[in-house]
């Protein structure tokens, strides 16, 4: 099945600085959507973004599909950025939604 | 307005009982998950049902069995409990045609002593 690679694994910031999560996968993809956890555990849907890019106020994300990843930038981050951001896909010969193992990010006030 | 919402948030059991997890979905939707979370983050889907039939089933132990009586819910059956089972569970929905969202509920955290 195709895989699905996020870096870096865990990340810590600065209130106020930048960061970009990257997402790999192996094969063609048809969906692609970044999600954030929060340090409650819910799961907020980012992005549906299988190309190009998408804007939403201090986040974005881009994906390059012909060369197989996506991006999510994060700026002027803040603490409430804190939590676990997956990336999965839908493409190759699966049926299903795979997700990565996800990136675990901090930010300190 | 919970677009998916699940119950119970919380279970907490002894091994060897059964239990059930409910979830419901006001987004007209006609597709519904399970999908499990172990202790380091990793989800993985169980099931998937579109419009009450089953399309995924992933490698699941016959103990889990899903039920969905119409298409904006989604319940999950679990027999026989084992300690393996703790995790948090959520379910999820999202059109079939796979260019739509997938939305999550808010999880549920099953812990099996």
């Known amino acids: 099945g195709i895989q699905v690679e996020q870096s870096p694994p865990d990340l810590i910031l600065q209130e106020g600085a930048n960061s970009t999560l990257r997402c790999n996968f192996s094969d063609s993809v048809n969906n692609l959507q970044w999600f954030h956890q929060n340090p409650w555990g819910q799961l907020i849907n980012l992005f549906y973004?299988?190309?190009g890019t998408k804007q939403n106020g201090r986040l974005s994300a881009t994906t390059v599909a012909t060369e197989r990843y996506s991006l999510l930038y994060i700026s002027s981050s803040q603490t409430t950025d804190s939590g676990v951001y997956f990336c999965a896909v839908h493409g190759g010969a699966n049926s299903k939604l795979t997700f990565g193992k996800g990136i675990t990010l901090s930010v300190r006030p | 307005d919970t677009a998916v919402s699940q119950t119970p948030k919380y279970l907490v059991t002894q091994m060897g009982n059964d239990k059930s997890i409910k979830c419901e979905q006001n987004?007209?939707?006609?597709?519904m998950y399970w999908y499990k979370q172990d202790s380091k983050k990793f989800l993985k889907i169980m099931f998937s049902?579109?419009?009450?039939?089953?399309?995924i089933n992933e490698t699941v132990p016959n103990r889990f069995s899903p039920k969905s009586p119409d298409k904006a819910h989604l319940n999950l059956h679990i027999n026989s409990l084992e300690l393996g089972d703790s995790a948090v569970y959520f379910c999820?929905?999202?059109?079939?045609?796979?260019?739509?969202?997938?939305?999550f509920g808010s999880g549920t955290q099953l812990s099996v002593l």
């Open positions: 987004l007209g939707h006609d597709t």
């Open positions: 973004i299988p190309s």
């Open positions: 049902y579109n419009n009450k039939e089953l399309i």
């Open positions: 999820a929905s999202s059109q079939l045609d796979r260019s739509e969202k997938l939305f």
